[in-house]
């Protein structure tokens, strides 16, 4: 990832080393992927070039030596023309802030993934991002990066020359650390890094906290294990010991190593808890319908599906992307009229434990709200399985004899 | 005949719908400084200084007319345009000049202020602070239509100093021949500075920023425009109009009288003796109603310039909720300024001269790119400089930026 501000008027040479001129602008498709096609090199005259001449940015912009120039096309924008410096409006037409830089990828190919419209971008203008960032970080007062991904703009809007947003000023303002890890799950790990580098400590942990594991796991491997471990004593232990898990023993043990007492002894057990997982009680007999589905439905369904299940107590109900997000007992099923669709009455307040809550936790949680089973779930919702009381007979035995 | 009358209503009524951005700007730029250098150039030069503010009148009607035009036709102010054309690194150095020269003249205004309320024997501190609470309460709480209201009652009391004039029974004849012949001119180097501080004082960056935005937060249509001008060059005259009788008010009795003045501000007390107690005491009236609408328009201008330089919602029509940068900044500025005129240890002259030298740096800066909006035919359209009127924008603009320069240039040695 880079910015435009980074590149805008580099000089640019062919890999004979001959001066082309400088970078003037960059040329954009107005399309749901914005690929950066074509750029503005500007000597005595701009010439418009196309952007697959250029070879390499390191320090200086190279393009091949065969380069023919080209001209604008319809559908296309120029960045700092059309984009850079320019107004942004909400939904409601109130004016929002203005764009502050514009942040390219250049992997696997060239196109525009946001919009910089914090301070940050007007500090970038000035070679003063890092200082200003390092002196308010002393006195924790660096702000959230905010950056507007290329999908909350209209690009009808975009063409009319109005950069418009698809969401309420309110909702973009604060981005939140959920949303804000959603965007940044779009990108690559070094931009993710980047990114995370410039916002305090807390709210970094927030953003890596609602990252999924694989950038989590990544993110560790490449923090020293001190970052990692002020990571880890700042977001929920459950969480922390979910992404230990995934690192290899010595990184683990170094960034325990860095943690308070307390925090290490805590960590330690749900670690413990994780290597005899709860995993062994796990059953993976469990039945599933959706919202909609009619209780006469369900019902012929169960018929046809469960005849080898040991036990039926509970019919879990997913949502279309295969979220938990309700439940129904047997005895409720029987009570309604069978053309009820299940969300009329099914329970969303849900108990749900995941793959790294303690078995004493799980079991702690089914007595206490008398339940005879507990979907176990990721944290994406997803139900992987369950556990019944059956299932935890042995250690319940185990534990009074 | 009752067309023709039906016709002047209708006229009169759009007129007054447009009305108010080019007048407001242009009586604000007889701030308490502007009132000072008035009082200052009349008790020293007399009638003389008079042939000046011909010039200055039509300098003031074509740069603000300009603003006006720029405003109208894009619906952008200075700021936007500014940080469109020229990105993101001139933008933040002209904001930044632009809110340091902006706190000087608040302060000028409010060390005014300050002197205004020894004159009445009012408690200077509860004072100060009451200004600030009231301009905050009005500018966040009401909203363009109010606070125009407001303002504008700020520009009828500017009769104060037509009365106080009258008061000082000049000599009419002497004034309005001086006003086109200035046949009591004696040219000196001295002369030529006051002249110059006139101008400087009159014609202001804030004050182009300032009309700009104030004509965008009216939302007058293209449809209006000749309206609009139209009372750009009435907003002009009724300026000059007022400046006319605060140097007769001086030059009647301190100049007649070759009474000197140390600083501006003490005119009121000064002209006590000649002209009365009553004019002494409107003069001062006058005096404190310049410097309220002085804090007050200043202020905003640079909120609004903050808001459009960075893309922030920036409108008197804005709840507080969405225009906390906007109201912030203007706050910020009078608390701040309020805070370092109360210091007993702070050289305001200084501040004042220093801060007022940064608004002659950037005048020429501002002017600039004003010429150049107004010259750019694909954002102007039909409204683009027409050749003859460019001839006198670009010779007036160059006769601003010499004087300014010179003046400048000169206080130095």
Redesign the interface.
Known sequence: MIYFSEILHKSIYTDQNSYLGRLKDLIFVVKDRPYITKMVVGREKEVVYPLSSLKSINGKLIVSSDVQSTHLDENELYISKNLLDQQIIDLAENKVVRVNDVILQNKPEWYLSGIDISFYGILRWFGLEKSIVSIMKLISLAPVPEVLSWVDIQPLELARGRIKLKLEQERLKKLRPEDLADYLELTNTESIKKILNTMDQQSAAMVIKNLNINYQTELFNIFSSEKAASVVSLIEPDDAADILFTLDKQKRLEILSFLSIEDRLELEQLLNFAHTPIGEHITTEFFTAFPNDTIKEVMREIKNKTSNFEHLNYVYVLNQNKQLVGVCNMHELLLNDEDTPLYKFMITNLVAINLTTPEEIAISKMLKYKLYGLPVIDREKHLLGMITLDSITGFLLEHFS | MRFFYYSVRRNLFLFLAVFGPATITAISDNDAAGVATYSLAGAKFGYSILFVLFFVTILLAITQEMGVRIAVVTKKGLG?LI??RY???I??FVFLILLIANMGSIVANFAALKATSHMFNLPTIPFLISIVVLSFFFITKGNYAVNQKIFLIGVLLYFAYIFSALRAKPDWGAAFTNLIIPKDLHFSRDYVFASIAVLGTTITPWGQFFIQSYVNDKKISLKSLKLAQIETYFGAFLTDFFSFFMIVATAATLFIHKIPLVSGETAAMAIRPFAGEFAGTLFGLGLLNAGIMGVIIISLSTAYAF?E??????SLD?PFD?GKLFYGIFLFQMILAMSIVMLPSVSLFQIVFYTQSLNTILLPIILFFLIRIANLKHVMGEYTNSKIYNFFSIFSVILIISATIFTFVSAFF
């Open positions: 936007d940080r469109e990105g993101l690194r933008a933040v808001s330089f960075f893309g922030y919602e920036g804005s969405r």
